[in-house]
């Protein structure tokens, strides 16, 4: 190591132990002697050499200090966490003499002593805090042991299923690893077991609950051999308070709002139709919001499912409206080809019986001995048309004499005729009332029709919404409550 390299750096710290005061039983100061015997420590020392170079493995405990667990991101797939971490190794090369004690340095020191090359195998962000300065300490023991503890905040990939979002449990990782050492150089080692995480139990997060952790160890496949790991996984539980005022109360009620159109007239088209469009791009903006707090994943989760169904209720439910009015105007489009048909016959009917009255003529009955003889039907309709005869003849015609016995016939015949016209026009009144009533029934008939359907979706849709939902919330709660695999968790 460069001599004049080392008495630079040793002017760093003998400024820095100008302030330690290391008391001996006897409360003499003795920080000069520090001072030399750091001096002589590091005048040959080699950093770049691990302790027991050439030797077994060197152990390194770790041991942290969890201060906050924050930023939980489903879109990025990560989570960052701000903590205090402690490495420990010995260092032989580092023992000095037991009457000093254990000495605490600046942690600017540790530039210029061997450290673990340690790092985040799923590391995204990282950095130290340095307000007000680099938060790094660094302490020696008299054998050599060495604490080096370092204060930061790392953001680390966090690969979450989320198939039962939000009623979910994630299991968040930090891989701790060494970058260029494998398993015959360094080992790593939770420095006091299943204690060796500190603070868990006072953490708070405000979408999650951690259910518990659990601290593992394992190797590393690597190009050059293998490397050793250790893994903090942290189990957490979705919090789904927030999903329920946030989407699922607003969902279950626009799907309420919906149905109201059963209750409201299917001839109000402005009423019905706007409730409908405004249930449907409601319902379209919240699925939007939901999708954009997630990322961009091929498989459906459980809000999907939710938002999905009851947009389809919402949908279904203006579909509805669609039906009755397709009904309601087809039927109305009958009634009005049936009247047509209805005047059309009326009027081919009046031009048939208007055809023989035009026939009828004065000058035919003079002429047609056969009709006279015969009588009946000639003088029916000169009796009952005899009046526009006249009219038509401008003062030249003669009426036929009554007493004439060839020109009209008897009395008796002629009070029949009448009778069995009178009876005629009863029946075709008779027939006009029953076709007014039958059309009136006709009418109520399509009304009750088309009521029938909106009868029919007051029933349908609130109960298949209510199935839906006792079939979602108990498929869903039942995953979301009995996990089996908390068991192999740290509860606390």
Same mark, same amino acid.
């Given at each position: ?31 000069? #002697?520090? %001072?030399?015997?750091? +001096? $002589?420590?590091?005048?040959?020392? @080699? ?7 050439? *030797? ?114 994630? #299991?968040? %990782?930090?891989?701790? +690893? $060494?970058?260029?050492?494998?398993? @015959? ?7 006091? *077991? ?299």
């Amino acid at each position: 190591m460069d001599i004049v390299g080392i008495r630079g750096s040793l002017s760093v710290i003998v400024l820095a132990f100008s302030m330690l005061r290391l008391v001996t039983p006897e409360g003499v100061v003795r920080s000069t #002697n520090v %001072t030399s015997v750091l +001096e $002589s420590l590091l005048s040959d020392y @080699d950093n770049t050499l691990r302790p027991s170079f050439g *030797g077994p493995p060197l152990p390194i405990g770790i041991e942290m200090e969890v201060d906050s667990i924050h930023s939980i991101s489903e879109v990025k797939m990560e989570y960052s966490m701000s903590m205090y971490l402690r490495q420990h190794w010995k260092d032989e090369r580092l023992s000095y003499s037991e009457k000093l004690g254990n000495i605490s340095v600046d942690g600017r020191l540790a530039d210029h002593i061997w450290v673990p090359d340690t790092y985040f195998a799923n590391d995204k962000h990282f950095f130290v805090h340095k307000v007000t300065v680099k938060n790094r300490l660094l302490k020696f023991h008299h054998d050599g042991s060495i604490m080096y503890g370092i204060r930061m905040t790392t953001v680390a990939a966090c690969m979450m299923d989320l198939h039962y979002y939000p009623m979910d449990e994630q #299991n968040c %990782t930090l891989e701790i +690893e $060494s970058y260029g050492y494998s398993t @015959d150089d360094i080992v790593f080692k939770w420095q006091y *077991g299943k204690d060796s995480v500190e603070g868990m139990t006072d953490i708070e997060i405000p979408q999650f609950t951690i259910v518990g952790y659990d601290l593992n160890g394992q190797n590393s496949s690597v190009g050059s051999g293998f490397s050793p790991r250790l893994s903090l996984s942290i189990r957490l539980r979705r919090h789904i308070g927030f999903f329920i005022l946030q989407t699922y109360l607003p969902s279950i009620l626009l799907v309420i709002l919906s149905w109201v159109s059963f209750w409201i007239n299917h001839e109000a088209t402005a009423a019905r139709v706007a409730l409908g469009i405004t249930t449907v791009l409601t319902m379209t903006t919240i699925s939007t919001n939901v999708r954009a707090t997630l990322p961009r994943i091929s498989y459906i989760k459980s809000i999907d499912i939710y938002v999905v169904t009851c947009f389809a209720f919402v949908f279904f439910a203006l579909f509805e409206y669609a039906v009755v009015n397709f009904h309601h105007w087809k039927e109305k489009r009958k009634q009005l080809q049936r009247e047509e048909e209805g005047k059309k016959q009326r009027h081919d009917s009046i031009r048939q019986k208007d055809t023989p009255r035009r026939q009828v003529h004065p000058n035919n009955i003079e002429n047609n001995d056969s009709d006279a003889e015969s009588g009946e039907d000639t003088w029916s309709n000169v009796d009952h048309y005899g009046e526009s005869f006249r009219s038509r003849q401008s003062g030249q015609y003669q009426p036929v004499p009554s007493e004439s016995p060839s020109r009209r016939p008897s009395s008796q015949k002629n009070g029949k005729l009448r009778h069995a016209w009178l009876v005629n026009a009863r029946r075709k009144k008779t027939k006009n009332i029953v076709k007014r009533k039958k059309k009136h029934q006709s009418q109520l008939d399509k009304i009750r029709r088309v009521d029938r359907i909106d009868a029919l979706s007051r029933i349908i849709f609130p109960t298949s919404f209510v199935l839906f939902n006792v079939g979602y919330w108990s498929s869903n709660l039942k995953i979301f409550y009995d996990s089996s695999e908390l068991d192999a968790l740290v509860q606390y």
